[in-house]
């Protein structure tokens, strides 16, 4: 069976530091992964998806498949970036697969 | 478009209850996804409805069950509730297809359920 985990529960920086949470995954095959994020009082919400290889909001994050990894960064924390982060998997095709999330990261950026 | 909604927004239920919560998908959307996130944990899958029928299941009881209507909105339904019961249920919408940029599920703001 499928797992993500995020070791890191909470993550404090300051603003302008780089921020890095990390996120590990355990699948046999080849996994699609995702980053979620969701703000204060607002719902969940997709941030960027492993295949479209972009930057959302300054953030980036590169699947290390040797690793089994999908780890979020951004070198320079906005205070706007403080939010919950959820890493997620998904099997079983591209329309319909089920999404796994790992527990989460509350990414804290102080002034 | 209001995207996702669910109703209601909060539930309070007694050990042994039924509950039933209801889930409108994104305009133009035709599968919807349930998930249960504990205080504190990340959202977990409970089931997939599309076309009318659960196409995939996770690792829930069968007191979870599901209904998918014509209109693509769908109600999550929870028998014999327990304790444990208590979470925030998510509803999650997507359009099934081919096209790997239609997959992307948009979820809702959640039911608060909490059984005393």
């Known amino acids: 069976a499928q797992r993500v985990t995020q070791p890191e529960k909470l993550l404090s920086v300051f603003k302008g530091a780089p921020v890095e949470l990390k996120c590990n995954y355990s699948?046999?095959?080849?996994?699609?992964l995702f980053w979620y994020v969701q703000y204060s009082r607002q719902r969940l919400q997709l941030l960027l998806r492993?295949?479209s290889r972009e930057s959302i909001k300054g953030f980036t994050a590169d699947l290390n498949k040797g690793e089994t990894s999908f780890h979020l960064k951004k070198p320079f924390a906005q205070e706007e970036d403080s939010a919950m982060y959820y890493c997620a998997l998904r099997v079983g095709g591209t329309s319909y697969g089920k999404l796994t999330f790992g527990q989460g990261t509350i990414l804290t950026v102080h002034p | 478009d209001a995207g996702v909604t669910q109703s209601p927004t909060h539930l309070i239920k007694t050990r042994g209850q039924q509950v039933t919560l209801r889930c409108s998908p994104k305009?133009?959307?035709?599968?919807v996804s349930w998930y249960q996130q504990a205080l504190g944990q990340g959202p977990q899958f409970i089931f997939q409805y599309y076309e009318e029928e659960e196409r995939q299941r996770g690792n829930f009881p069968d007191r979870f069950s599901g209904h998918q209507f014509p209109n693509y909105s769908s109600e999550l339904n929870v028998n014999a509730l327990l304790l444990g019961d208590s979470a925030l249920y998510l509803c999650?919408?997507?359009?099934?297809?081919?096209?790997?940029?239609?997959?992307?599920?948009?979820f809702g703001p959640g039911t608060r359920l909490t059984v005393t």
């Open positions: 492993h295949i």
């Open positions: 305009s133009g959307h035709d599968t």
């Open positions: 699948y046999s095959g080849s996994p699609e």
């Open positions: 999650a919408s997507s359009l099934a297809g081919r096209d790997r940029d239609a997959y992307e599920q948009y």
